[in-house]
């Protein structure tokens, strides 16, 4: 059982303005520290400090706002890998994208240079993506993916 998830007071609020309706949406998170994740069947990786974005879909009730709202909330019980990187990694900004899908989030930001950490991650029934979390370099770090 997870016991502490150290979202920002931001990303709480961007949260709670999503919208209820289905798409995608990015958690932003930062990593002070080398991170072991306790997966056996991704090898149980350890991510290195930095900035990391994870792209979820939410077509389930409540939408993109309920889906982001669970990954922020403290105390909850691993369900899907980005449970184990919120429980230790400081989310920092949230978006959502009505309508459309984690893997053009993804594509997105590999074009603009950012790096897939660990082949996998999050994207075990997807057919196209290596991954749905990814590490950002150089001065993209800090920027929502919607203003790129």
């Known amino acids: 059982m997870l016991t502490r998830n150290p979202s920002s007071p931001d990303a709480v609020t961007a949260a709670e303005a999503l919208p209820a309706v289905p798409g995608a949406y990015a958690l ?3 990593l002070d520290a080398a991170l072991s994740i306790p997966v056996p069947r991704l090898g149980s990786p350890v991510l290195v400090p930095g900035t990391y974005v994870y792209a979820g879909s939410a077509f389930g009730p ?3 706002r309920a889906r982001v709202l669970r990954h922020l909330r403290a105390g909850k019980r691993p369900h899907w890998h980005v449970d184990h990187l919120s429980a230790a990694a400081v ?3 949230v978006e959502g994208f009505p309508g459309q899908s984690e893997c053009g989030i993804v594509a997105k930001l ?3 240079g950012a790096e897939t950490s ?3 991650f999050g994207s ?3 057919r196209t993506c290596h991954a749905h979390l990814v590490r950002l370099a150089g001065p993209s770090q800090n920027r929502d993916i919607a203003r790129k």
């Open 28 to 30: 932003h998170y930062r």
């Open 110 to 112: 590999l074009c603009e």
């Open 62 to 64: 409540g939408g993109i």
């Open 124 to 126: 075990s029934d997807c």
């Open 118 to 120: 660990v082949p996998g």
């Open 91 to 93: 989310c920092i900004g």
